[in-house]
Nanobody
Framework: QVQLVESGGGLVQAGGSLRLSCAASGSIAGINAMGWYRQAPGNQRELVARITNGGSTNYADSVKGRFIISRGSARNTVYLQMNSLKPEDTAVYYC?????????WGQGTQVTVSL
């Protein structure tokens, strides 16, 4: 089992920045990708950004050029630097880890962007 704990969410004004962190624990050997998803009220959960063990990244079009995903040196932590935040970025942000075809989710952290 893999446990994921997110932190760093909060309330920020439009144009501001936040940095989300996700720490993985438990049976972390074999995790080959980690990512961030978000879900706004009434919407489906959507991919924000993901990163593989090899360092390959991909982003949702809506966040390209504003958000940066990275992994810590210990490989069990993933970060999401969010810049130039917009009200439409308001959502619960979830961390996800992929291991051997299984997907593990964190509990989510709320990000609210005000005008």
């Amino acid at each position: 089992q893999v446990q994921l704990v997110e932190s760093g969410g909060g309330l920020v004004q439009a144009g501001g920045s936040l940095r989300l962190s996700c720490a993985a624990s438990g049976s972390i050997a074999g995790i080959n990708a980690m990512g961030w998803y978000r879900q706004a009220p009434g919407n489906q959960r959507e991919l924000v950004a993901r990163i593989t063990n090899g360092g390959s990244t991909n982003y949702a079009d809506s966040v390209k050029g504003r958000f940066i995903i990275s992994r810590g040196s210990a490989r069990n932590t993933v970060y999401l630097q969010m810049n130039s935040l917009k009200p439409e970025d308001t959502a619960v942000y979830y961390c996800k880890a992929k291991k051997l075809g299984l997907h593990y989710w964190g509990q989510g952290t709320q990000v609210t962007v005000s005008l």
